[in-house]
């Protein structure tokens, strides 16, 4: 049987129909060009983009990359806020603001924070909000300075005069040179009355350290160091202090007020 469409009278009835079907493929074809081309725009623009937030934010010069995940600051919402009972809308404006100093301070200062970009803008919100009784901060073990600045400016945000104390201990590695800490620490702004943040080489295990930052007692304690510097935190810790650890054992003195990303926040008691 020949096929209807070889039939010229079926052609001549159908033609009208065909019109109409090419018309509406042309149409079609043209639509889904034209988005195929707008999407090729986009995607070209989010290569841009991501190749210059790439060159800010990657793991060159760092312990890790600075692009954190909706679900990783979700994660970090909800663990600063059962540690400091604070409201999780407050919580995340910290962690975005505690985000954006490191971003610039890593940007501006020499060298790196240590440090995941969780643990260290878990530290950056978690720290004021627990409001330390005083503004006297002392971090032990400090690599380059630059988390010591970002916290000054994270305390001050908040409204607490803040002074450095910072031990310099480079943890068997290599030690960084005076200049640039302190020019990193300068990032951070000063003291009201111009004082300059205190600087000293060493670690606690020695008695000259001990000596030097034995002088008062401190409202925020920073422990990057060994065993020894957290069984000398507790001494120098004012009541009521803030203490971040890392992974060491919590001394006695110390209240565990929980865990923020890699860190242990402590109480110190009265």
């Known amino acids: 049987m020949p096929s209807l469409l070889s039939n010229r009278l079926a052609k001549r009835v159908l033609k009208p129909a065909f019109a109409l079907v090419e018309q509406r493929l042309e149409r079609a074809t043209t639509a889904l060009q034209s988005d195929l081309d707008a999407l090729h725009h986009e995607v070209a623009d989010l290569r841009r983009q991501s190749y210059g937030l790439g060159l800010l934010l990657d793991r060159a010069g760092r312990d890790g990359d600075r692009m954190p995940t909706a679900t990783q600051v979700d994660t970090l919402v909800r663990e600063v806020a059962a540690v400091t009972g604070e409201r999780g809308e407050r919580v995340r404006h910290d962690i975005t603001v505690a985000y954006r100093h490191l971003v610039a301070l890593e940007a501006l200062g020499a060298g790196g924070l240590g440090g995941s970009v969780s643990d260290v803008c878990g530290r950056l919100a978690t720290v004021p909000l627990l409001a330390p009784p005083n503004g006297e901060v002392l971090e032990l073990g400090t690599r380059h300075g630059l988390f010591a600045a970002a916290l000054r400016r994270m305390l001050q945000?908040?409204?607490?005069?803040?002074?450095?104390?910072?031990?310099?201990d480079?943890?068997?590695?290599?030690?960084?040179?005076?200049?640039?800490?302190?020019?990193?620490?300068?990032?951070?702004?000063?003291?009201?009355?111009?004082?300059?943040?205190?600087?000293?080489?060493g670690s606690l295990a020695e008695a000259a350290v001990r000596d030097e930052v034995g002088d008062r007692r401190y409202g925020v304690i920073v422990v990057n160091g060994d065993g020894h510097d957290v069984a000398a935190a507790r001494e120098l810790a004012a009541p009521g202090a803030v203490v971040v650890l890392g992974d060491q054992p919590r001394p006695a003195g110390l209240t565990g007020l929980g865990r923020v990303a890699d860190s242990v926040y402590c109480r110190a008691e009265a």
């Open 157 to 168: 945000r908040g409204g607490l005069d803040t002074r450095l104390t910072v031990v310099v």
């Open 170 to 201: 480079p943890l068997g590695g290599p030690p960084a040179r005076e200049d640039v800490v302190r020019g990193n620490l300068a990032l951070g702004g000063g003291h009201p009355a111009g004082d300059a943040a205190r600087l000293v080489r």
